[in-house]
């Protein structure tokens, strides 16, 4: 099936669009933009230049993909990149910006599901079926691990980590590190429980997310030093690959973690 580009849109001459797509009425695709087969952009899309978009994608009303950083350190006139998988859905009024540093970019996976009004700043990495729900913010230079889960309205301090099939809570204030597996809510955002649905939904056994709850509780649970704790995990789980997963994220920490609180372990003895 042809590609449809309504009358009303505007696509540079060196933008290359693929086969079976649609862009609506209004949009603008800037130069040096590649959009993979079957995307729809549906109307008032906004494509900045050097911005890939994968295959079967669908963009809504009013995104802003690949547009300069919002950082006082971008330098007008660098070229940077933004990277957008394949099959992702993304709604009204998201924003996803790109790097800032020459060459640099931001990466989004395939299969996230990015919902109204989110955002994603510069030189960010988000990996494969992630969700950011409503008028969530993610700032510059955070991860999101494949599965995660972040909650509407939260806000994620630059350079942190959220780790794989990990869940923050709405209106969650994320300041440090949320290790794999794992639940974070408050403000500031503390690791509460393992994130047991989020596992089972994303195909973890039970043998899997009980194996994570037991790490959870020796890293956190226990009158020891976390030092003491890791040593213990590496000891009695240090085969196990997602161990090892949430192992490497405290090892890999710059901003440190979000700590369980005394809240927390009121939660636990009920989970």
């Known amino acids: 099936m042809a590609t449809q580009i309504d009358t009303q849109a505007v696509v540079h001459p060196s933008a290359a669009v693929g086969t079976n797509c649609t862009i609506g009425p209004f949009c603008t695709i800037g130069p040096n933009v590649v959009i993979g087969d079957d995307t729809v952009l549906q109307s008032h899309v906004v494509v900045g230049a050097d911005t890939s978009i994968g295959r079967e994608c669908n963009v809504f009303p009013f995104v802003t993909l690949g547009l300069a950083a919002q950082d006082l350190k971008y330098v007008p006139g660098t070229i940077t990149y933004t990277e957008i998988g394949d099959r992702n859905l993304i709604r009204e009024f998201v924003s996803i910006h790109a790097g800032t540093e020459e060459g640099s970019k931001t990466v989004v996976g395939n299969d996230c599901a990015l919902l109204a009004q989110s955002h994603i700043a510069h030189n960010c990495d988000v990996g ?144």
């Open 128 to 271: 494969n079926h992630v969700i950011i729900s409503h008028s969530a913010s993610v700032g510059g230079h955070v991860t999101l691990g494949d599965h995660a889960n972040i909650g509407s309205m939260s806000a994620i301090h630059q350079f942190c980590h959220v780790g794989r099939a990990a869940m923050i809570a709405g209106m969650a204030r994320v300041v440090q590190d949320v290790l794999p597996f794992t639940i974070a809510e408050g403000f500031p955002a503390h690791m509460r429980v393992i994130n047991k649905v989020g596992m089972d939904r994303a195909g973890y056994t039970a043998e899997q997310i009980s194996e994570v709850r037991k790490v959870f509780r020796t890293l956190f649970m226990r009158e020891m030093r976390l030092e003491e704790g890791v040593r213990q995990v590496r000891e009695d789980f240090g085969e196990s690959e997602n161990v090892k997963l949430m192992l490497e994220a405290i090892d890999g920490s710059q901003r440190g973690l979000a700590r369980p609180d005394s809240a927390t372990f009121e939660i636990n003895l009920g989970d």
